[in-house]
């Protein structure tokens, strides 16, 4: 019996000793001097090359679009003046005689944007009011993925329901509606933007700090005005935000407003006529029928380029104000 033991005894030692010597052998890779100490450096090179081309691509493609913006741009402000492009009240680049005044497009892209923020402000702070205050876990459990649904939609089938549903009631309603009219785009378009305005709303709502609630609830305030006098202005920069940033989803739409609101550039700002917007203007041109290089295939530049500034404009007004409101709830 103290024969095996021993055996016993020894085979454990051996098999200690070896598990030592395999541990010693993978170490000696890492220790100074080894093989994955020796190559580590490269490997962080590479990694941080890819980083660096990941970043770039984004500035890259940003910056490639503004210069052809640019050199298409200037190349049209060369025959058309940059102070009748701005002010004109007359757009019809195709058809003679020819008119470049940007205010039509202008005036029907802010139409449909104002019109959409109708809609879907009143709705969207509504709903994010609720799920952030009053919705219990389960339902807000159950609304967030239908919102991601929603938001996933493409903007054609909206277009395509503006024209077979949404343009029919509004007929009903004011006979003197055409089939294409800036109504039935606001509607839509405000429906596609609720995702958006929801979301952002629901999450600085949670962000207001909890002891904030804590105090105005101390001082005998009931949930209704907690959350009106305390939580909303509280998140009011955040909220603001958030509806900048859906109004610059809606001026940038494209397809829903086309089918939906038609091809008709006037300056009005009668919400049951057809309008054109920057943005379908640039669809019209662009299937093919305008030869490049011409006069009526730059204005395509100009009205992106002007819709670039205007985005962009509102995107750094909302980022701003996002910025301010992280500062102080972080």
Request: with cysteine; hydrophobic share 50%.
């Amino acid at each position: 019996m103290e024969d095996r033991s021993n055996q016993e005894q020894s085979n454990k030692i051996e098999g200690a000793e070896a598990a030592v010597i395999q541990l010693s052998r993978v170490s000696s890779l890492e220790k100074p001097g080894g093989l994955l100490c020796s190559l580590r450096p490269f490997y962080e090179g590479c990694i941080h090359l890819v980083l660096f081309i990941c970043a770039s691509i984004s500035i890259l493609v940003t910056v490639g679009i503004v210069v052809v913006l640019l050199y298409e741009s200037v190349q049209f402000f060369y025959e058309v003046p940059i102070l009748e492009f701005l002010t004109g009240t007359r757009w019809s680049p195709l058809l003679k005689p020819q008119h470049f005044g940007i205010l039509p497009l202008l005036c029907g892209t802010m139409l449909v944007a104002g019109g959409s923020a109708i809609v879907a402000v009143p709705i969207g702070l509504g709903t994010a009011i609720y799920l952030s205050e009053y919705a219990s876990p389960r339902f807000r459990d159950i609304v967030k993925p239908l919102l991601e649904i929603l938001a996933g939609i493409p903007s054609v089938v909206f277009g395509y329901l503006a024209i077979v549903f949404v343009s029919p009631i509004i007929r009903e309603i004011f006979p003197s509606a055409g089939v294409f009219n800036a109504a039935s785009a606001c509607i839509v378009v405000g429906i596609m933007i609720l995702p958006m305005i929801i979301s952002l709303s629901e999450d600085i709502l949670q962000s207001v700090p909890l002891s904030l609630r804590a105090a105005a609830f101390a001082l005998g305030a009931n949930k209704f005005e907690v959350t009106v006098r305390v939580i909303v202005p509280a998140a009011l920069s955040g909220i603001i935000a958030s509806f900048l940033l859906a109004i610059s989803r809606a001026i940038g739409e494209t397809m829903a407003v086309t089918l939906a609101a038609g091809a008709t550039p006037k300056l009005t700002l009668n919400p049951l006529e057809s309008i054109q917007t920057m943005t379908a203007y640039i669809v019209q041109v662009s299937q093919g029928d305008t030869p490049t290089g011409t006069l009526e295939y730059r204005t395509i530049f100009a009205v992106g380029l002007a819709l670039f500034i205007t985005t962009m404009v509102m995107n750094v007004i909302a980022q701003y104000i996002l910025s301010r409101v992280g500062e102080r709830y972080e």
